[in-house]
């Protein structure tokens, strides 16, 4: 009687577990839990003092896979004085960056390191909050929206002040057929979740819509959300213009059609710190 109810108890455990697996099964078969959870990355002790130092650059990047870790090789930071802040904890800065999704390199790094040459900033922390595939729908009413103010609220607990919020996204609304009207409203509800939890830094949209897939848009760029990032940056209070991503499309810059490789990271990390600077 005792194995036949161990075994019930096994086979409903090994059900739920499958259950869950298959729901999270993108999730865990790109080692994103384990490099959520498991990082085993060492935590920075004086993250207080860090965050209060002078010409501390504090950025918070959001946007889809272009904002978070989907391009190519693995870039290693030339300065220690870049962290990467997640879930109320400081690391250095080690691609794949904590908070976004993907397994390759991010552009943030590499713009950190240009900043603290210049000696624009001393340090660099960077904020990462960037979901690949995803529209600007999900970060205004959807899914993504939740992981926004989770992230925000780790900081508010921390009392951090940001400093530059840069904004990386179009791709999906180009193949989705977003218009110009819609993309503005719910970007502008997105700026306005910052606003609304006392983060007044300049927020940085890039000029971002290039897919060679799934449209019918010359060359692969969509004007009405051009258009809309372009409007917004005229008429929004404390809203800067970020690069124009879509100019950045020849092949030897871009893998898989749409991620970047090495040599357009770097492009892309020259045209961030020239709109920073």
């Known amino acids: ?9 096994l086979i409903i455990f090994g059900a739920i577990v499958g259950i869950l697996a298959n729901r999270n099964k993108e999730y865990l078969i790109n080692a994103q839990y384990i490099r ?19 010409k501390v650059m504090v950025c918070f990047t959001i946007g889809q896979s272009n904002a978070a870790d ?16 997640y879930k109320g904890e400081l690391y250095k800065a080690k691609e794949p ?35 690949g595939s995803t ?48 993309y503005k409203k719910r970007l502008n509800d997105v700026i306005d979740i910052f606003r609304t939890h006392n983060i007044l830094a300049p927020f940085y949209v890039s000029i971002t819509s290039y897919v060679p897939f799934g ?3 010359p060359f692969g760029i969509n004007l009405n959300i051009t258009n809309a990032q372009h409007q917004i940056i005229a008429e929004s209070k404390n809203v800067k213009e970020g690069p124009n991503t879509d100019s950045i499309n020849l092949g030897y810059y871009r893998i898989q059609d749409v991620h970047y490789s090495e040599k357009g990271l770097d492009l892309l990390a020259d045209k961030w710190f020239q709109k920073i600077k």
């Open 215 to 217: 449209n019918d848009n």
């Open 97 to 131: 960056l904590l908070g976004s999704d993907g397994d390759g390199s991010s552009v943030w790094t590499r713009v950190a390191d240009r900043l603290i040459d210049s000696g624009l900033f001393k340090k660099v922390i960077i904020i990462p909050c960037a979901i």
């Open 70 to 85: 989907y391009g190519k090789g693995i870039y290693t930071c030339k300065n220690k004085e870049i962290y990467n802040y």
């Open 135 to 182: 529209s600007v729908l999900s970060w205004s009413e959807g899914d993504s929206k939740k992981k926004l103010l989770s992230t925000l609220d780790y900081i508010a607990k921390d009392s951090i002040r940001i400093t530059h919020v840069f904004w990386l996204q179009g791709e999906t609304d180009n193949v989705d057929q977003t218009t110009t009207g819609q």
């Open 1 to 9: 009687m005792k194995k036949t109810i161990i075994y019930i108890v």
């Open 36 to 54: 959520d959870h498991w990082h085993l990355r060492k935590k920075i002790s004086n993250k207080k003092e860090i965050i209060e130092s002078d």
